[in-house]
T-cell receptor, first 111, second 115 residues
Framework: ELKVEQNPLFLSMQEGKNYTIYCNYS?????LYWYRQDPGKSLESLFV???NGAVKQEGRLMASLDTKARLSTLHITAAVHDLSATYFC???????????WGAGTKLIIKP | DTGVSQNPRHKITKRGQNVTFRCDPI?????LYWYRQTLGQGPEFLTY????????KSRLLSDRFSAERPKGSFSTLEIQRTEQGDSAMYLC?????????????FGEGSWLTVV
């Protein structure tokens, strides 16, 4: 059974600092997704990682995938307040776009 | 392209009543998914359709839940005899399943409160 674990679950940090969110999954998965969710809102797609060694960057966010270690990371560089949100990773089951989700990391960035 | 649309956005219902949610996916997307999300948790898969065919249902989907996608376009999720434990946000997502690695788009969600 595919399980996804994120850590930390809660992160409070100062603007300008760097930090990394970790996402481990338990069995082989084809693809790894990162989403952002603001309070009371839906899920906004950030990255889709398709293969081992994949790295994608958008602004201050960078995601990577190591399929051998079954690990994905979301790195935040020089955080700004606007990045405060909950970040979810999700692993895809059976190549059918069905996602198994982590519990989310609530990120608070203090100005 | 107006994105994935869900309605109603909010529904408060008394325990035991039936509720129905509607999802209009992005028009060219052949795959449609329903998830449920409770506060402080990640979404949980409920069911998905490829065109009009319902291909998989989660164990979470008790016999009080039914979903349809009659013409392979919009979908409905009905909950019969609602219970307080059904209170959650119900999310719909769609994707072009014809290729790998496409983005999965989510709707704004339908919040259900059972009182």
């Amino acid at each position: 059974e595919l399980k996804v674990e994120q850590n930390p679950l809660f992160l409070s940090m100062q603007e300008g600092k760097n930090y990394t969110i970790y996402c481990n999954y338990s069995t082989t998965s084809d693809r790894l997704y990162w989403y952002r969710q603001d309070p009371g809102k839906s899920l906004e797609s950030l990255f889709v990682l398709l293969s081992n060694g994949a790295v994608k960057q958008e602004g201050r966010l960078m995601a990577s995938l190591d399929t051998k270690a079954r690990l994905s990371t979301l790195h935040i560089t020089a955080a700004v307040h606007d990045l405060s949100a909950t970040y979810f990773c999700a692993a895809e089951m059976d190549s059918n776009y069905q996602l198994i989700w982590g519990a989310g990391t609530k990120l608070i960035i203090k100005p | 392209d107006t994105g994935v649309s869900q309605n109603p956005r909010h529904k408060i219902t008394k325990r035991g009543q039936n509720v129905t949610f509607r999802c209009d996916p992005i028009s060219e997307h052949n795959r449609l998914y329903w998830y449920r999300q409770t506060l402080g948790q990640g979404p949980e898969f409920l069911t998905y359709f490829q065109n009009e065919a319902q291909l998989e249902k989660s164990r979470l989907l008790s016999d009080r839940f039914s979903a349809e996608r009659p013409k392979g376009s919009f979908s409905t999720l009905e909950i019969q005899r609602t219970e307080q434990g059904d209170s959650a946000m119900y999310l719909c997502a769609s994707v072009d399943g014809g290729h790998s690695g496409n983005t999965i788009y989510f709707g704004e969600g339908s919040w259900l409160t059972v009182v």
